[in-house]
């Protein structure tokens, strides 16, 4: 049995301390983004896991009451009759929706070291509900099996074949079998002897594979894998200038109204305050790491999309960009291999790391010693391309200032004890080279990394 945990992004600590309470107790959870598969279509994974859910378990706030995500989530359900339990973390006026869609369910509110155990009650009621239901449909299967064995009985009665017959029959299927047999292993000779043989590589070495904004990509290969079959490639120059993720609350240092561009402000300690005016440094719900994994012309985003409206000069809005896979053809993307990706969290997640799957990936603080394994710089420039699209001009205010050509790039690193700022690579102008911005800055680089399977892969 599945549960799917419906809540805001906001919430995502609570989501995920009920997710592993249910897993831990048996209860298998749908809850994005962690489900949510690399190169599948956002809004599809949600449907599929609503449609392959029990019930619905819906963590009320008033984040989710105003999130459009969230009445989609909760409109699905009710339209396939999925069971809510609408748990109520704070007490929340409905918007006349959610209202509409949620006054006919169970509602339960958050008390003081309940521990979730409302939600456990709900769940193991759910499951004895279940079981019953289905011992309801054995039996009705035994019948219908019953009623099956007693008309074959029947019919086995009234067969007038006779064996020499039937043994004709069965002679005459093993023969075609056998030479179905033959053929299916002539045809596996046939692609064994054709299958290509794996490329050869050493780390250090420049390769072209897939194209981004109509030119090819040039890559580094930066690591090979112990038994030789995988190779990670990083992009060798900034392929283009994009914020991290855009303000939550969609504008840059504002909401509600106030204006948080001082020196010192609440939104420098109060950390989901933090998140919503500069954006989220958490790779896993990251804008950026949903548009490098994309391979869709229209790319949808789960909470703010990276309107340009919602980085810091409003500049640089990628919500109307094709994803970065999407110029890929289809033997480029299946020679990409899905890697299982750990980055550390910000405070308002339990645990201290977070595992995705993905396709493309930004590097974190811990690789950046692959460069230095495999020769290669740390230093990267722009293409043409991406200084032309760039519509901050920090890149050029660098180089006609200071003629530095070397630009900074996004690691998926968050800074500790905040929720907005990322580590990136430097451009060269100070010895450690290491520096913090916040994620809604838009005019720094993008140099993603892929792992490529090197028995498929086709280097131009």
């Known amino acids: 049995m599945q549960i799917f945990i419906s809540h805001s992004s906001r919430n995502a600590a609570e989501a995920s301390a009920i997710c592993r309470l249910l897993e831990e107790s048996g209860t298998r959870c749908f809850i994005a983004p962690r489900d949510i598969r690399t190169g599948k279509e956002y809004a599809e994974e949600i449907v599929n896991g609503l449609d392959g859910s ?4 819906l963590l009320m706030s008033e984040a989710a009451n105003h999130s459009p995500h969230v009445l989609r989530e909760v409109e699905r359900a009710v339209s396939k009759s999925i069971p809510i339990l609408v748990y109520k973390l704070e007490e929340v006026a409905l918007s006349k929706s ?57 019919q086995n009665e009234r067969r007038t074949e006779s064996a020499d017959k039937k043994q004709a029959k069965i002679r005459a299927l093993a023969a075609a079998f056998c030479l179905i047999a033959v053929g299916l292993l002539a045809g596996f000779l046939l692609l064994q002897s054709g299958r290509r043989t794996k490329v050869q590589v050493q ?134 291999v899905e890697t299982e990706i750990v980055t550390g969290t910000n405070p308002l997640y339990d645990a201290d790391t977070v595992t995705t799957m993905d396709r493309v990936y930004l590097l974190s603080m811990e690789e950046l010693v692959w460069f230095d394994e495999a020769g290669i710089s740390k230093l990267a420039v722009p293409t043409q391309a991406a200084v032309a699209q760039d519509g901050s001009y920090w890149y050029m205010l660098d180089y006609t200032e200071y003629g530095i050509k070397e630009y900074c790039w996004w690691l998926r690193e968050p800074v500790a004890d905040t929720t907005s700022r990322c580590y990136l690579v430097g451009n060269g102008y100070t010895v450690e080279n290491i520096r913090q911005e916040n994620a809604g800055l838009e005019g720094y680089g993008v140099r993603p990394a892929i792992t490529v399977d090197l028995y498929q892969v086709s280097f131009r």
Not at 100 to 114: A, E, N, P, R, S
Not at 118 to 130: E, G, H, M, P
Not at 285 to 293: A, E, M, Q
Request: charged share 25%; with cysteine.
């Open 98 to 154: 959610m209202e509409y869609f949620l006054m006919t369910h169970q509602w339960v509110g958050l008390q003081d070291k309940d521990g979730y155990a409302r939600i456990l009650s709900f769940v193991a009621d759910l499951q004895k509900r279940t079981a019953k239901g289905q011992d309801t449909a054995a039996q009705g299967a035994q019948k219908k099996q019953d009623r099956e064995a007693a008309g074959a009985e029947y």
């Open 203 to 336: 780390t250090g070495d420049t390769v072209l594979f897939g194209s981004y904004n109509g030119e090819e990509i040039s890559w580094r290969v930066l690591r090979i894998s112990d038994d030789g079959s995988k190779a990670v490639l990083v992009a060798a120059d900034i392929l283009t200038m994009k914020a991290f993720d855009a303000a939550e609350g969609g504008r840059y240092n504002r909401y509600d109204e106030v204006d948080y561009w001082g020196q010192e402000t609440v939104a420098d300690t109060d950390l989901e305050l933090q998140m919503l005016v500069r954006g989220n440094n958490s790779w896993c719900v990251s804008n950026i790491r949903t548009w490098l994994n994309s391979t869709a012309e229209v790319v949808l985003y789960a909470d703010q999309p990276p309107e340009a409206s919602a980085m810091a000069e409003k500049k640089n809005g990628y919500q109307n960009e094709a994803g970065f896979l999407h110029d890929f053809t289809e033997e480029e993307l299946a020679a990409i």
């Open 54 to 57: 029990a019930a619905v378990i």
